[in-house]
């Protein structure tokens, strides 16, 4: 029996269960095997894959990592657009997301917008002294923008923020020929409309990027089944004081002799991305066994 013919090739778009695959070959619109959905398999925009001469995906090839809002694979970094303002930052919002990334070993990277508007320092500050790399962006000033894209090639790159903080506007900067539409902003809501539906991966300055649809929720469950043990390992600030606490299985909540909480209180950890922590480590904390399990 002849054996069939595969070539290797990235996912790009997915639209209406068909899929943009670039190999060696081209750009090839593809159709998944069948038996992906009765396993329960979903191909990923990112996804390496092997596709047939009849453009069928045959396999779907080892993930290092993946999101599902939207679905997207093998993610280097994630640019978190956040604004001054129009909407206001939400912290536990962003620092859910950021968890998120560390913990799948994505590099998190914090892009400030619409700093003509409000001052970003506390903002900025928080998040440098968290180990956060942080850019502040001003489209006056064309040397933030390529601070940005210095950052690019080579990446699998995904930019996704809160509705109306300029994730388009972002990506519009970057490479004026994506021409992505924008959204404004709704007084009533405090929100931007959402403009972006579907993920697709971009060629952008000698990498590719993907626009994300705009969030003003987050369900933790939905990205990351994250063990409390593992919660703490997720804020990057609190590794020097990891082990050094009174007691070995410290919950870095309100144990005397938290060296967590020590650190809280000199100012060397933000008492914001704190409380994100203590939120979170409360919620992990009354998930069921059984829920961990099926999810596993």
Known sequence: MEQMQLESGR???????????ESSSGLHTCKARGIFRKRGISPYVGDWVQVDADHVIQEILSRKNSIIRPPLANLDQIL?????CKPVPNYFLLDQFLAVAVYKSIRPILVITKTDLADA???QMIYQSAGIAVYLVDYDKPET???????LPGMVSAVTGNSGVGK?????????????E?????EKLGRGRHTTRTATLYPCRGGYLADTPGFSTFELEQYAT??????????PEFAPYLGQCRFQDCAHVCEKGCSVLEAVREGA???SRHQSYCTMYETIKQRKDWEVLCKQ
């Open 145 to 151: 923008v390529e601070a940005i894209a210095n950052l």
């Open 269 to 271: 950890i933000a008492k």
């Open 121 to 123: 320092a506390a903002l």
């Open 11 to 21: 996912i790009l778009s997915s639209v209406g269960g068909l899929y943009t695959v």
């Open 168 to 180: 388009s506007t972002l990506l519009n900067a970057l490479d004026h020929s994506l021409q992505l």
């Open 226 to 235: 994250i063990d409390k043990q593992q919660l703490a390992d997720c804020f």
């Open 80 to 84: 978190f657009v956040v604004s001054t």
């Open 182 to 186: 924008t959204g404004t902003i709704s």
